[in-house]
């Protein structure tokens, strides 16, 4: 194996007889050398489209990214149904034998109805049980409001009572009978 040396000048270029890099003299000797047609030339040297075609492209992209994220969430959000486990069976297939099925019915809504299994499973207590995160949420939510009176009635300012159920339903039933009074025209 030989080494050419590099040329110093373009003379020397057109004088070696190598092959690399071609010359210009070589393409028009050479048959299999054909120039490129003038159409395919156009191609390679069209202008760059307009800045606002490029802004449109750029623009079209980050929506359609941000439809993707959005369309992913939405689909999240519908994955799973509610499950609402029932503590019996009914009031009158109170006490059942041990053995007897996991009863599962579909409600309307995406909600699952569970009747004769726990969270947990057969023999773990209630309090056992781990929290979902909105019992936690409406749990601590609670201890502020319970922590919150407390100082305000150290403080001697009043105190915001939380009616129980009970009591609500008692204030709706007087209203519904004082409604109830003023239709049939007593008062």
């Known amino acids: 194996m030989s080494y050419q040396p590099i040329p110093q000048s373009d003379d020397d270029r057109l004088n070696t007889s ?3 890099p071609p010359s210009h003299a070589q393409h028009e000797t050479d048959p299999s050398h054909r120039p490129l047609r003038r159409s395919v030339q156009e191609e390679f040297n069209r202008p760059p489209p307009s800045w606002w075609k490029r802004l449109l492209l750029i623009v079209v992209l980050i929506f359609m990214a941000w439809f993707s994220v ?5 689909g999240m ?3 799973k149904p509610t499950v609402i486990y029932a503590s019996r069976y009914s009031e009158e297939h109170k006490y059942r034998p041990a053995a007897s099925p996991v009863i599962t019915e579909y409600l309307p809504g995406n909600r699952i109805r569970i009747r004769g ?9 209630d309090e056992d049980i781990p929290l979902t995160p909105k019992q936690i949420e409406a ?3 609670k201890r502020r409001e319970e922590a919150k009176n407390k100082a305000r009635e150290k403080m001697g300012l009043r105190v915001k009572k939380r009616k129980s159920l009970k ?4 204030e709706e039933m007087v209203k519904v009978r004082e409604l109830e009074r003023r239709i049939k025209g007593e008062v």
Do not use: P
């Open 167 to 170: 009591e609500k339903k008692e």
């Open 117 to 125: 299994a726990s969270i947990g499973g057969v023999g773990i207590a």
């Open 18 to 20: 190598s092959s690399f």
């Open 139 to 141: 749990r601590d939510k």
């Open 70 to 74: 959005w369309l992913g969430r939405k």
């Open 77 to 79: 959000q519908e994955q």
